[in-house]
């Protein structure tokens, strides 16, 4: 979801949307140090391939999801509705 995208939402759909993409930093953080582990793990046992490349996609969608929260609450705010 872009910005586009965020500013067409409705307002209930976009309180909606902020509520279900609320981060949570400390679960968040347990699930990237498990994803690098499991890279590092693959690197040392020379095991390239899928094993490596899915946690760095994952990592990269755990460190994505604030940014798009921080778009939502900035339309919250934009909007006066928080």
């Known amino acids: 979801m872009n910005i586009e995208e965020i500013s067409q939402l409705t307002d209930t759909e976009l309180l909606e949307a902020a509520k279900n993409n ?3 930093p400390i679960i968040d ?3 990237i ?3 690098v582990g499991i890279i590092i793990y693959s690197v040392v046992a ?6 490596t490349l899915l946690p760095l996609f994952l990592i990269y969608v755990f460190l994505k999801k604030p940014k798009k929260y ?3 609450k900035a339309e919250l705010e934009k909007r006066k509705l928080q």
Not at 46 to 51: D, K, L, M, S, T
């Open 22 to 24: 609320k981060p949570f």
């Open 29 to 31: 953080a347990f699930f």
């Open 33 to 35: 140090g498990f994803l």
């Open 46 to 51: 020379n095991a390239w391939g899928f094993i």
């Open 70 to 72: 921080e778009a939502l």
